[in-house]
């Protein structure tokens, strides 16, 4: 079993940037596969971002490359969500995900076992 809580969510202006932490609690934070994913408002949860086990191999939905970076500290058990130059259209709820057993970075939700409870960032325009 794998606890994941996020952090980090917020309200900001167009143009601003959020750095959303995972802390990871349970087992081997890196045996997982580590992803963020987003909700927003009447859409289905989508793909953001994923980092492998040791944080060589990242991957990224087309719309936030180049603004987002995701990284991950073992020894802390963390995963970061780091965001610039956010728009409104990223606003939504953000969760990160771990996912064990796999060698690819995993993109569709139903890949992921384990689930944060979510943390909302809203941007203005």
């Known amino acids: 079993q794998v606890q994941l809580v996020e952090s980090g969510g917020g309200l900001v202006q167009a143009g601003g940037s959020l750095r959303l932490s995972c802390a990871a609690s349970g087992r081997t934070f890196s045996n997982y596969v580590m992803g963020w994913f987003r909700q927003a408002p009447g859409k289905e949860r989508a793909f953001v971002a994923g980092?492998?086990?040791?944080?060589?191999?990242?991957n990224y939905e087309d719309s936030v490359k180049g603004r987002f970076t995701i990284s991950r500290d073992n020894a802390k058990n963390t995963v970061y969500l780091q965001m610039n130059s956010l728009k409104p259209e990223d606003t939504a709820v953000y969760y990160c995900?771990?996912?064990?057993?796999?060698?690819?970075?995993?993109?569709?939700?139903?890949?992921?076992?384990?689930w944060g409870q979510g943390t909302q960032v809203t941007v203005s325009s």
């Open positions: 995900a771990a996912s064990a057993g796999v060698v690819l970075i995993p993109l569709r939700e139903n890949e992921y076992r384990y």
């Open positions: 980092i492998s086990q040791y944080g060589g191999n990242t």
